[in-house]
Nanobody, 118 residues
Framework: QVQLMESGGGLVPPGGSLRLACAVS????????MGWYRQTPGKERDMVAT???????NYADSVKGRFTISRDVAKNTIYLQMNSLKSEDTAIYYC????????????WGQGTQVAVSS
């Protein structure tokens, strides 16, 4: 069973930066797409950014120009560089991996808390 493990969350003031990492226990290319999602209490989990096996990124409008998703195949890790953080970015951030196995299967990490506050 492939496992995803996030790290890098924390408390940061508005305008600050954080970099999240998601380490995959198996091979990164197991997944045809990986991404970051976030969730706040009482709300649905929303897509923040995704990256395909070919390296194409896609972003939620609310983070375009501030967040960058990337991956290091050699380290089996994806990253989310978050700059110019705002209070509304406060959430639990989850790493996701999606594979095709006759149908789509989603794998999730345990989540990491990001809090943006002065």
């Amino acid at each position: 069973q492939v496992q995803l493990m996030e790290s890098g969350g924390g408390l940061v003031p508005p305008g600050g930066s954080l970099r999240l990492a998601c380490a995959v226990s198996g091979r990164l290319d197991t997944f045809y797409r990986m991404g970051w999602y976030r969730q706040t209490p009482g709300k649905e989990r929303d897509m923040v950014a995704t990256i395909t096996r070919a390296g194409f990124g896609n972003y939620a409008d609310s983070v375009k120009g501030r967040f960058t998703i990337s991956r290091d195949v050699a380290k089996n890790t994806i990253y989310l560089q978050m700059n110019s953080l705002k209070s509304e970015d406060t959430a639990i951030y989850y790493c996701n991996g999606r594979e095709w196995n006759g149908g789509e299967d989603d794998y999730w990490g345990q989540g990491t808390q990001v809090a943006v506050s002065s």
